[in-house]
C-alpha cells in the first residue's frame, strides 16, 4: 500500500512539474505555474520521507529547514536587477547536489564489484555533468555579481580546455568500467570536472551570460535526471528530463537569436569586451536635452520602448513604465520591445517590465515589433546596445553580423539613454547612436527617466 501511495505521488508530482512548466512559457500564467512546479516539489519531497528503509529523518529534515529559510530569506531580499546571478547561483546548486548523489554512490562501489553496470555508468555521466555545471554556474554568478572581472584568456586556451576535459572522461570511463577505482582516483575525476567547468566558463563574456545560463540549467537538469535513475526515483528522472529538454530548447533558442552556434558563444573570443569593433564607424554622437525629449515624446502618435542591462543596472523599470503611462495619457501608443537576448539571463527584461506592471499586451518581442519600427515617432532606448546595432545587417566585418536585432534605426526619431560614449560588453562600437536620426540623452537612466515625467508633466 505504501509503495503504491509512493509511485502515484511521485506521478502526481511529476504531472505538477511539467503542468507548471507549461504555464511558465506564458507571462500571464507564469506565477501559477511556479506555484504548481513548487506544490509538486513539496509532494515529492514529503513522500520521500515514506520511502521503505529510509533514515537520517533528522539531518534530512534539518537540511530541508536551513534550504528553505535561506532561500526564502535571499528570495525576499534579491533585487529583480540581481535576479540573474541569483538563477545562476541556484542552478548551480542543483548540479552540486547532483553530483553530491553521484559521489555517494560512486563512493559506495569504490573496490567492490559493480552490480549493476548501466546505472554505475549513468552515475558517473551524472557526476560529470552536474560537477561542470555547478562550478561553471558559479563562475558565472561571479562574473555578473562582479566579483569577477573581464574574461581571462591566454594562448592554446582551447586546446589547454580540451586536454582537461579528455582527461576527465578518460577517468570516468575508468570508474564507470567497474568498481576497481580508487578514492584518489574518484577524487581526482570531480577535482578535475570542477575545474573544467572553470576553465569553461572564465574565457566568456558578460554579453554572452543570457546563453550561458541557459546552457548550465540544461547540464543540470540532465545531470538530475540521470541521478534519479541511479536511485530510482521517478520524480527525478522527469523533472530533471523536462528542465534539460526545455534549457536545451531555450539555448538553442537563445543561440538563434543572436545568429551564432553554441559552439561560437562557449569558444570564441566574442562578449570579453572590446577585442574589436568590426569596422570604425564614421560621424558623430549627438546629443539632447530632457526638455526636448520630452516634447517630442508628448507630441508622438506612437513610442516605442526598447529596454536592455543598463535599465537594470538604473533600476529604471518603475520610472520609465511612469513615464509610459503619462505619455498612454496624453494620447500616445506606447509598446515595448523586447530581445530575447537583452539582459543578462532569458527573458530578464520582460522580468522587470512585470515588476514594474508594464501590461503584457504592450510587451512585444522582435519578431512581432520590427515592422512598427518604420512608422513609429520616436524609439526610446534606455541601456540596451548590440541588439539594436544596425551594423548586424549591414557590416560583414562586425562580430554581430547577422544577428537578428530590433530595427530600431528605422524609427523616425531614436533618443537613446546612456551614461556615457562607452561600448557595451561586447567591446563592439554600435553605429546606432552615430546615426542622423539618433540623439543621445546622456545620464544615470533613472535620473534621466523622472527628468522626462517631470518635463511631460510640464506640458500640461
Not at 509512493?6 to 511529476?14: C, E, L, P, T, V
Not at 534550504?67 to 538563477?87: E, L
Not at 503611462?325 to 522580468?351: C, D, E, S, W, Y
Not at 567591446?427 to 511631460?456: C, H, P, S
Request: overall charge negative; hydrophobic content about 50%; proline content about 3%.
Amino acid at each position: 500500500m505504501i509503495d503504491l501511495l509512493i509511485k502515484a505521488s511521485y506521478f502526481a508530482a511529476a504531472v505538477l512539474f511539467i503542468l507548471g512548466l507549461k504555464r511558465m512559457s506564458s507571462p500571464v500564467t507564469a506565477r501559477g505555474g511556479i506555484v504548481w512546479a513548487g506544490a509538486g516539489m513539496v509532494l515529492a519531497t514529503l513522500i520521500t520521507f515514506l520511502t521503505p528503509d529510509m533514515g537520517n529523518y533528522g539531518l534530512m529534515t534539518v537540511a530541508i529547514a536551513l534550504g528553505g529559510i535561506i532561500a526564502w530569506w535571499s528570495g525576499k531580499r534579491v533585487a529583480m536587477t540581481d535576479m540573474p546571478q541569483m538563477i545562476a547561483l541556484y542552478n548551480g546548486m542543483g548540479g552540486g547536489a547532483a553530483a553530491a548523489i553521484a559521489c555517494l554512490e560512486l563512493l559506495h562501489q569504490a573496490g567492490h564489484e559493480v552490480v549493476n553496470t548501466e546505472v554505475h555508468i549513468l552515475a558517473v555521466i551524472g557526476a560529470l555533468i552536474g560537477t561542470i555545471a555547478f562550478s561553471g554556474s558559479l563562475i558565472a554568478f561571479a562574473k555578473l555579481q562582479g566579483l569577477m572581472r573581464g574574461v581571462i584568456r591566454f594562448g592554446g586556451q582551447q586546446f589547454f580546455n580540451l586536454g582537461v576535459f579528455v582527461v576527465t572522461v578518460g577517468l570516468g570511463a575508468l570508474i564507470a568500467a567497474s568498481g576497481d577505482y580508487s578514492i584518489t582516483m574518484l577524487s581526482a575525476f570531480f577535482v578535475l570536472a570542477l575545474a573544467f567547468g572553470v576553465f569553461m566558463t572564465v574565457p566568456i563574456g558578460g554579453a554572452d551570460m543570457p546563453v550561458v545560463i541557459s546552457l548550465y540549467n540544461a547540464l543540470t537538469g540532465l545531470a538530475v535526471g540521470f541521478e534519479g535513475f541511479v536511485l530510482g526515483n521517478p520524480a527525478m528522472m522527469i523533472a530533471g528530463t523536462v528542465v534539460g529538454a526545455a534549457g536545451t530548447l531555450l539555448t538553442q533558442l537563445m543561440a538563434r537569436a543572436m545568429n551564432r552556434p553554441i559552439t561560437n558563444v562557449l569558444f570564441s573570443n566574442f562578449g570579453g569586451g572590446g577585442s574589436g569593433d568590426g569596422g570604425e564607424v564614421t560621424g558623430s554622437m549627438k546629443s539632447i536635452e530632457a526638455q526636448d525629449v520630452a516634447v517630442m515624446m508628448a507630441f508622438a502618435d506612437k513610442v516605442v520602448i526598447v529596454p536592455g542591462y543598463g535599465m537594470a543596472v538604473a533600476q529604471a523599470q518603475h520610472k520609465i513604465w511612469e513615464l509610459g503611462q503619462l505619455l498612454q495619457n496624453r494620447g500616445v501608443t506606447v509598446k515595448f520591445a523586447i530581445h530575447p537576448v537583452a539582459g543578462r539571463m532569458p527573458g530578464h527584461m520582460n522580468v522587470l517590465l512585470a515588476e514594474a506592471g508594464v501590461p503584457y499586451d504592450i510587451i512585444f518581442d522582435l519578431d512581432e515589433i520590427n515592422n512598427e519600427f518604420a512608422s513609429s515617432d520616436v524609439s526610446l532606448v534606455i541601456g540596451a546596445n548590440d541588439v539594436v546595432n544596425p551594423q548586424a545587417r549591414t557590416n560583414p566585418e562586425s562580430p554581430i553580423f547577422g544577428m537578428p536585432i530590433l530595427d530600431v534605426d528605422k524609427s523616425r526619431n531614436v533618443i537613446v539613454i546612456k551614461r556615457g560614449q562607452g561600448k557595451g560588453f561586447s567591446g563592439i562600437e554600435n553605429a546606432l547612436f552615430f546615426e542622423d536620426n539618433t540623439r543621445m540623452l546622456y545620464g544615470d537612466g533613472q535620473k534621466m527617466a523622472a527628468e522626462l515625467i517631470a518635463q511631460v508633466k510640464e506640458l500640461g
